[in-house]
Nanobody, 118 residues
Framework: VQLQASGGGLVQAGGSLRLSCAAS????????HNWYRQAPGLERELVAS???????DYLDSVKGRFKISRDTDKKMVYLQMDNLRPEDTAVYYC?????????????WGKGTLVTVSS
């Protein structure tokens, strides 16, 4: 699986961005599509997940502001980010968890930088 994230940039606080993640390769048995982020000096954290059953989950601090979605036909996953805050500044990574018995596999794309100015 190959992942390519895009859509990062510089935005003022309160603004919006939409991140995109293009997936290619063997996309069978996907357990979840995820967005992670890593701010300078901090550990990488899970921001949003789109599970194979269609449910979504979010980091508490982004609930109500971010929305993850998936377009299976286009093999794309999106992260709509509204009402951005300076603390959302980070490199954002798309990620896929895939399961092929008996192993799980994690795939990562290169990150895209989101900078939110106050």
């Amino acid at each position: 699986v190959q992942l390519q994230a895009s859509g990062g940039g510089l935005v003022q606080a309160g603004g919006s961005l939409r991140l995109s993640c293009a997936a290619s390769g063997n996309l069978s048995n996907i357990v979840s599509h995820n967005w992670y982020r890593q701010a300078p000096g901090l550990e990488r954290e899970l921001v949003a997940s789109f599970l194979s059953g269609g449910t979504t989950d979010y980091l508490d601090s982004v609930k109500g502001r971010f929305k993850i979605s998936r377009d299976t036909d286009k093999k794309m996953v999106y992260l709509q980010m509204d009402n951005l805050r300076p603390e959302d500044t980070a490199v954002y990574y798309c990620n896929v968890l895939q399961y092929h018995h008996p192993r799980s596999y994690w795939f990562w794309g290169k990150g895209t930088l989101v900078t939110v100015s106050s």
